[in-house]
């Protein structure tokens, strides 16, 4: 079957960085999103990877090793803002988006 | 802006009483899709429309229809709900199918079933 694994929390200081991990099992793969979500909203789009590497964007950076089935989230300077649920998702060889069950961040002062 | 709506924000609806809810889209993406999500669960795909195509997934229960007018709307049809179809429901667009393009959701309809 397919899934995608995730811590289910992770708790960190304001100011500090923290790495959220995901590894993957899909038929095929088409790349690896991360969406952070905010309580009671909707998921907004982070960064997307397909080939392996660090993607940076800003306070955020994701990283994918596709022969490892793995990738990881990286957020410096934490703010109190960036508390939320982060959600993995890969597409497989047919364009399905396999979703995570997303990582709690939990970010104390 | 180009964005994804969705309305109501809130609905409650009494337990077998049928319910609507509707997302529209200012994209002009070909493929809408709709998910129910529930509390510290993934989103689960319920089916997709590419343009007037409609897919649902296998597990998909017969309670749960769909339906897209136009490029711009799409439904989500409830006929007849259950407690355990409080959740939250969200409709994204996309590009392509075959593409890998990110989702773009709406910000959700939280539905309360009593």
């Known amino acids: 079957g397919q899934n995608i694994d995730q811590p289910t929390e992770m708790t960190a200081t304001e100011g500090a960085i923290v790495q959220i991990n995901c590894t993957y099992q899909?038929?095929?793969?088409?790349?690896l999103f991360w969406y952070q979500q905010h309580a009671g909203e909707a998921p907004t789009f982070l960064s997307y990877?397909?080939l392996d590497g660090l993607e940076e964007k800003g306070r955020f950076s994701s990283f994918l090793s596709r022969s490892k089935g793995y990738s990881y989230l990286l957020l410096k300077e934490l703010q109190m803002k960036d508390s939320a649920s982060y959600l993995c998702?890969?597409?497989?060889?047919?364009?399905?988006?396999?979703w995570g069950a997303g990582t709690k961040l939990i970010i104390k002062p | 802006d180009a964005m994804v709506i969705q309305n109501p924000r809130y609905q409650v609806t009494q337990f077998g009483k049928p319910v609507t809810l509707s997302c529209s889209q200012t994209?002009?993406?070909?493929?809408m899709y709709w998910y129910q999500q529930k509390s510290s669960q993934a989103p689960k795909l319920l089916f997709h429309?590419?343009?007037?195509?409609?897919?649902n997934e296998a597990d998909t229960p017969d309670n749960f229809q769909s339906r897209r007018p136009n490029t711009s709307f799409c439904f989500l049809d409830i006929r007849s709900p259950g407690l355990g179809d409080a959740a939250m429901y969200l409709c994204?667009?996309?590009?392509?199918?075959?593409?890998?393009?990110?989702?773009?959701f709406g910000p959700g309809t939280r539905l309360t079933v009593t």
């Open positions: 994204a667009t996309s590009r392509g199918v075959s593409e890998t393009g990110e989702q773009y």
């Open positions: 994209l002009n993406h070909n493929v």
């Open positions: 429309y590419y343009d007037k195509d409609f897919n």
């Open positions: 899909t038929s095929g793969f088409n790349g």
């Open positions: 990877n397909v």
């Open positions: 998702a890969a597409y497989d060889s047919n364009y399905q988006l396999i």
